[in-house]
């Protein structure tokens, strides 16, 4: 028999959106000053969510001074207790609200209501509660017997986890005394501003958090002003070279988290079936718009064979559609523009050769939907080999020996994930001491924890966030 | 190097050497014996070359005397010594932590036993009194002997296991980024050489040195150190020249991983502009930047020159039956 | 039965064979055998759907009850249940069979007459299995006799532990033989076999040795059906047919108890083995308990309120 899974829709009715948001600077929401603004979409229906403010070069002055003052003023004067206390008491309202939070996240940025509710909102909270406790413990990080806040941090973050970069960026830039103006994406600002409401719920003093929307233009102005401390940027590695040229010559700290074509090696032992599980999970995993995406797979060839059909078994059972049914494993694709980059480079993998295979899906009329897609028989050349195409498709390579895996997942500009697969543990040691990638998971994919530094090595950036690691780019 | 008399202290060779250049012009002298000269080349890939352009210049002491022709290392010679660097990358980065230190030590005791001749050229070429030049050697020594010991330490103070939530084993390592161009400081050619190289190499990371360019000798001897010290060839790759030449080309450098703008005065900011192309670590110049010597004798630097040069690993693994 | 595998057991069945065989089997990472199952456990499958669900669910269930204390009249008043679970709704449909100690074989079928439903029995010593083999045939064969339609049988998980899968494979062999045309379901207790990894292995070990059904556990024994175990064996049984073109069947026995963890299973089975696995006859739900559970919540789905447990029998 067919076992039809009726619709099982998350209720909406726990978000309640405003017609439109202005900026979060010292503790309110004012209007930007030029009155522009940009509508937020739900990807998954391409209907308008809300409308928000577009902050310009004198928001980002007013939010920077806002910072400034209450960096100087109170943050960082206060015990580091009572900023532990601050940043606990944000994490209880983060779960208190996740639910709320966790359906916002999908409609603003669509998502799987599964994702948002059982990784995304789990690992905000969780952020927030570790770096809470390291408030009061800085001396014992190992960063100096007394390690001072720098000031300002500016931090801008991406579109593919909204309030988890969020976290990731605050938490830590919090618990070490700094202020921030933090800018979320143009397409996914919701929830970034229901987290500026947490702070003034958490009775945050006004000045620490401040929140900037808007384009391209204000995440420019505001890593660019002249009173920022720190440059905090998750994003494209092609906007980190800006941002990297940009603080060249000041005292600004930098951190970077970019791009990646992270290569996820299965050697010929693997427990195949849990291999599976972290390919699938490893690319299409937020319908792969995952800097850290498992995007090549390299198998061992001897293996090809037993183990692709049983992938595309696999991944012909992903469940593709609206976001906030609690069944779906493959959401929107973010934006139009994301959508089109994909297809780009999809056509560029068949104009090249390799060969493109997707599960019998059927895609949604409205919105920007892309069927999970695998590319065989792709070599090192291919674009879709080399780029990063930040999407539900998977390229596959093989290799022959342990040194072959391991030249072709390093034969990459990129650096900033690897998973090796096998049941033999001094070859999984081998494999990953040999990957240039900030994060391996053996046997495992697309893990985080708040403890575990994460963060690239040559072309996806510097600077780790999270664990003790996180905390050394705010402190000096 | 100036001209050695035999059988004379250095420092008195260096006054009669003054006096007898002096001498020269008015009335040549024939000596009993010719001393033999060095020639003072670049240290690429464990050997000794010219620069690949032919040129040389000519280094003086601070006071003005000529004391020897340096090779004038060109843009070729700076790709050289990055390609000779890679190459001993996964070697060196291959090795124990304890055989690294055994070497840096050893790097020590090969130095120590030079002492006198760089208490000699610290006096000559930087005009440091000998109180002074002997300190700066003794500190140079004994910074060795502290890298020597941070080689198998540094992953257990940077590292450690991270206690995830969840049936996984996660620990994080510090790595070595790769190939570290190192602009030496300016003023500082041995101690503060010694301080920035070192670090660099304890870790793992192989090294392209741009030596100070108007006090390079100290560097080339070292470099000699160096390659007697069981280091394997290119670990280190010493380049004497101009700043100015060579920097664009190795900020610029898409195999270099990571800059120590340390020496690089004015143009720290451009090298930086141009490593941003393919995210080149950078390490800014820091106070001690044109200190001279003296900014560098404090003897625990701890790990803040090592930490710009390392990448951390964090890997993840399953506990399960 | 037929035994259409031999193309992939070519040579003779031998310990060396078998051994080359099971330990050259992919091995199951623990962990995300459990994420796996765990992931799949968040399946939210309601209305329509859950309707479709419950009613599979019943009638896939293995009514048993497997006590000491078992009496004819326990054994007579489950089988009046088994053909008619709720006395109130006749839409209701009957259960896969019911699933009885040898010696109340006779009983359960002279009850179940005319039902179509039938009668399973454990055999084999259950649930240790420590006789002698001659033992367990003349208890499987005692079985048949008298009307089992189903032998649920125990392996020897001390000679599986020890190393000995031959004998393993022989008694497994020697019992299907005994069975003549009933069914034979392996029960391999994967809470005593501890490791996924065995559970894969013991798996394609019945499978092998002509098991018509892999059965997870007595229910003796804890933990028993858990849903990594479940996956595990739904997994070897994919394997299998795409190896053999033979479909056998899996029946997870022991802690299903509530609506929630039938539906687990079944969304196990469509997302595991497939949907072709979703029929009483390749997937079976031991279980006393669960039955009354599944219908009351049948009738919250067909009335819209809630029930009470005194309106539903407690044989």
Known sequence: MIFEYAPAPESRSVVTLRESYGLFIDGEFTPAESGEHLTSLNPADETKLAQVAVAGPADVDRAVAAARRAHDTVWSRMSGAERGKYLFRIARIIQERSRELAVLESLDNGKPIKETRDVDLPLVAAHFFYYAGWADKLAHAGLGPAPRSLGVAAQVIPWNFPLLMLAWKIAPALATGNTVVLKPAETTPLTALVFAEICQEADLPPGVVNILTGEGGTGRTLVEHPDVDKVAFTGSTEVGRQIARAVAGTDKRLTLELGGKGANIVYDDAAIDQAVEGIVSGIFFNQGHVCCAGSRLLVQESIVDELMPRLKERVAKLRLGDPLDKNTDIGAINSAAQLERIRDLVDSGEAEGAERWSPACDLPENGYWFAPTIFTGVGQAHRVAREEIFGPVLSVLTFRTPEEAVGKANNTPYGLSAGVWTEKGSRMLWTAERLRAGVVWSNTFNKFDPTSPFGGYKESGYGREGGRHGLEAYVG | ?321 | MPVPHTASAPEATTDRALRTFLHGLPGVDEVGARARAQDLSTRSIKTTAKAQAIDLAISMIDLTTLEGADTPGKVRSLCTKAALPDPSDRTVPGVGAVCVYPDMVPTAVEALRGTGIGVASVATAFPAGRAPLSVKIADTAAAVADGASEIDMVIDRGAFLAGDYLKVHEEIVAVKEACGDAHLKVILETGELVTYDNVRRASHLAMRAGADFIKTSTGKISPAATPPVVLVMLEAVRDHFAETGRRVGVKPAGGIRTTKDAIRNLVLVNETAGPAWLTPDLFRIGASSLLNDLLMQRTRLTTGTYPGPDYYTLD
């Not at chain 2, 080309?249 to 340390?262: K, Q």
């Open chain 2, 1 to 321: 190097m100036a001209e050695r008399r035999g059988g004379k202290k250095a420092d008195k060779a260096d006054k009669a050497d003054k006096g007898g250049a002096a001498q020269a012009a008015r009335t040549p002298a024939v000596p009993a014996r010719l001393a033999v000269r060095k020639t003072y080349k670049l240290y690429l890939g464990g050997a000794f070359p010219r620069s690949e352009s032919g040129r040389s210049y000519a280094v003086t002491s601070t006071d003005g005397t000529h004391l020897a022709n340096a090779a004038l290392a060109s843009r070729k010679d700076a790709r050289d010594a990055v390609a000779a660097a890679r190459k001993a990358f996964s070697g060196w980065s291959g090795r124990t932590a304890y055989n690294r230190g055994q070497i840096l030590y050893r790097v020590a005791e090969v130095l120590e036993g030079r002492r006198d001749q760089f208490v000699a050229r610290a006096a000559s070429a930087q005009g440091l009194t000998r109180v002074r030049a002997e300190e700066v050697v003794s500190a140079a020594i004994d910074r060795w002997v502290y890298y020597a010991g941070w080689t198998d330490k540094v992953a257990q103070v940077l590292g450690g296991a991270n206690p995830v939530s969840g049936p996984y084993y996660n620990h994080s390592a510090p790595e070595p980024t790769g190939v570290v161009v190192v602009f030496a400081p300016q003023n500082a050619p041995l101690l503060g050489l010694t301080s920035v190289v070192a670090p660099v190499i304890a870790t793992g990371n192989t090294a392209v040195v741009v030596s100070s360019e108007a006090a390079p000798l100290a560097a080339v001897d070292l470099a000699e150190v160096l390659a007697t010290s069981d280091l394997p060839g290119g670990v280190v790759n010493l380049l004497t020249g101009r700043v100015p030449e060579l920097g664009p080309h190795l900020a610029a450098h898409a195999d270099v991983n990571a800059l120590d703008l340390t020496g690089t005065g004015e143009d720290a900011t451009a090298f930086e502009e141009a490593a941003a192309q393919t995210l080149t670590r950078v390490l800014r110049r820091g106070p001690d930047a044109d200190g001279g010597e003296e900014a560098w004798l404090d003897p625990d630097p701890g790990t803040s020159r090592m930490t710009p040069f390392l990448e951390t690993k964090t890997v993840w693994h399953p506990i399960g039956v």
